[in-house]
């Protein structure tokens, strides 16, 4: 089985940096997703990582290490804007688009 | 424009009564995905759908059906709902796994 675990609430000043972390052990991996979901709406993707590293997509980050069973996805530049839950996902014993949700980072950004 | 069209958006409807609740995309995406979203416990999957006539349980399937006659679109049938299903289900849908999934706006279902 899946077991994914977030930290279920944040907090972060305007203009800083935030790290918000995912850890997971599962019976196969297939690959990691970061999704926003702001309240009231669906969710969205920011990004995915199936090989150990760093993916940059402007303010927003993310990272992976297979061998820890870890992720996080790192936002520069905090905007009000950014307050929302962040999903990690992952993909994968099974048929591809088994996809397994972790509960969810409600950040909530200050000024 | 591309989405995923989701309807109803809201429903209250009594235990017992069949409902489906539709689910369309316009992108000529191969996967499609049902989800429930219940607090506390994130977004859960509940079937899956590979492409025409192949779909396969997610990780809370019971009570649930689907199809998938057309590429794009995906029904979820609760054939007699209970109160345990209230809760918001997205549909989504994605060119191939490894692809980022694109959600519907979300129904909010009642069960009384």
């Known amino acids: 089985g899946q077991n994914i675990d977030q930290p279920t609430e944040m907090t972060a000043t305007e203009g800083a940096i935030v790290q918000i972390n995912c850890t997971y052990q599962t019976s196969g991996f297939n690959g990691l997703f970061w999704y926003q979901q702001h309240a009231g709406e669906a969710p969205t993707f920011l990004s995915y990582n199936v090989l150990d590293g760093l993916e940059e997509k402007g303010r927003f980050s993310s990272f992976l290490s297979r061998s820890k069973g870890y992720s996080y996805l790192l936002l520069k530049e905090l905007q009000m804007k950014d307050s929302a839950s962040y999903l990690c996902a992952v993909r994968g014993p099974g048929g591809y688009q088994k996809v397994t949700f972790g509960t969810g980072t409600k950040l909530q950004v200050i000024p | 424009e591309a989405q995923v069209t989701q309807n109803p958006r809201y429903l209250i409807t009594v235990t017992g009564k069949k409902l489906t609740v539709t689910c369309s995309q316009n992108?000529?995406?191969?996967?499609m995905s049902w989800y429930r979203q219940d607090p506390g416990l994130g977004l859960r999957q509940i079937y899956y759908?590979?492409?025409?006539?192949?779909?396969d349980k997610g990780d809370v399937p019971e009570g649930y059906k689907v199809s998938r006659k057309e590429k794009r679109n995906f029904p979820l049938i609760l054939e007699s709902p209970s109160p345990n299903q209230t809760s918001l289900y997205f549909c989504?849908?994605?060119?191939?796994?490894?692809?980022?999934?694109?959600f519907g706006d979300g129904t909010r279902l009642s069960i009384l």
């Open positions: 759908s590979m492409n025409v006539e192949v779909t």
């Open positions: 989504a849908s994605s060119f191939g796994g490894e692809q980022p999934q694109h």
């Open positions: 992108m000529n995406h191969e996967y």
